[in-house]
């Protein structure tokens, strides 16, 4: 029996994926989680083969879901599912560990081959770009590697830095004390190995994939 574990927002796309997953691989047992929270905590508890994380559920933030992720279980498979199909942000993904990159254009074939191949080991993308994959340079893995260091609260306020609001404010979004922020930024500026918010603001734009906008 292989376990999966679906972490996705949108209910409608996880009941999609069971129908596909389920029709093609008979001998599964499929657990559904909708934040990065309780993915988590799911992955804690149980034992799971494989993880299909979705990018922009709550908590994930673009590609600190799966740096997260990949930093407490580092011998977890995961592939991300997505919305966009563009080469460049598949090439960071598969830079920062996943093993595959499943579109959620993504036919129940097709889905279901990706699934196979990355329990077997391998790698799997989309054919459309698998031409266009290249290799993440050195700085982006190491940059990728200090980000998976914090934890969700501390990539919250970097987040709040990067759009430019200030610790008062932060706090005030995030329901707790000020001088909590200033110690989340403090410690925010140790793991990264900076000491002021215009470096901050820098690395959270260079881990950001797409416009909040358009992100699914």
Not at 13 to 41: I, W
Not at 131 to 148: H, P, R, T, Y
Not at 202 to 208: F, G, K, M, P, R
Request: with cysteine; glycine share 6%; net charge negative.
């Amino acid at each position: 029996m292989i376990t999966l574990l679906i972490a996705d927002d949108h209910p409608l796309y996880r009941d999609a994926l069971r129908g596909a997953l389920s029709l093609s691989l008979p001998a599964l047992s499929l657990l559904e989680a909708g934040d990065l929270t309780s993915t988590v905590n799911i992955l804690q508890e149980q034992d799971v083969d494989l993880l299909l994380l979705d990018l922009h559920m709550p908590g994930s933030n673009d590609l600190f879901g799966l740096l997260h992720v990949r930093k407490l279980f580092p011998e977890l498979p995961v592939a991300v599912v997505s919305g966009t199909e563009d080469a460049s942000i598949i090439s960071k993904i598969v830079g920062a560990g996943a093993l595959g990159f499943i579109p959620k254009t993504a036919s129940s074939g097709d889905i279901a081959e990706a699934v196979q191949v990355i329990l077997d080991g391998d790698i799997w993308v989309p054919d459309s770009v698998s031409e266009q994959i290249e290799e993440v340079d050195e700085a982006f893995a190491e940059l990728a590697d200090k980000v998976s260091s914090l934890t969700p609260s501390q990539y919250k306020v970097l987040c709040f830095m990067r759009d430019g609001l200030l610790n008062k404010q932060i706090g005030y979004n995030l329901d707790i004390a000020e001088a909590t922020v200033k110690a989340h930024v403090t410690a925010i500026f140790k793991k990264l190995g900076i000491n002021n918010r215009t470096q901050a603001v820098l690395i959270a734009s260079q881990l950001e994939l797409e416009p909040p906008a358009s992100r699914t």
